[in-house]
């Protein structure tokens, strides 16, 4: 099992920063790729970012491209989303995602953090 913690959402105004954290713990050590999602009212929970754990590879949605920065401190076993440039249609519930070596899809998430961009 792997239990995951979000931290940092909040109130900001457009143009703003923001930074997400996202503590692991448990079985880490079988965690292969960790993201973030999110999702806005009445709207479907949408990709945002994601890394691989060992590698640090990143791959992000085209909507955050150049304004978000995933990375990860392995000895920390925490994973986290800098948000910079802020627009109100960033304002959603912020979530991050585990997935295992062995598992298809990301099987662990946390209980979200609420990001709240002001125009």
């Known amino acids: 099992q792997v239990q995951l913690v979000e931290s940092g959402g909040g109130l900001v105004q457009a143009g703003g920063s923001l930074r997400l954290s996202c503590a692991a713990s448990g079985r880490t050590n079988s965690i292969l790729v960790m993201g973030w999602f999110r999702q806005a009212p009445g709207k479907e929970r949408e990709f945002v970012a994601d890394?691989?754990?060992?590698?640090?590879?990143?791959v992000y949605d085209d909507s955050v491209k150049g304004r978000f920065t995933i990375s990860r401190d392995n000895a920390k076993n925490t994973l986290y989303l800098q948000m910079n440039s802020l627009k109100p249609e960033d304002t959603a519930v912020y979530y991050c995602?585990?997935?295992?070596?062995?598992?298809?899809?990301?099987?662990?998430w946390g209980q979200g953090t609420q990001v709240t961009v002001s125009s």
């Open positions: 890394i691989t754990w060992i590698s640090g590879s990143t």
């Open positions: 995602a585990a997935r295992r070596g062995s598992d298809r899809s990301y099987g662990y």
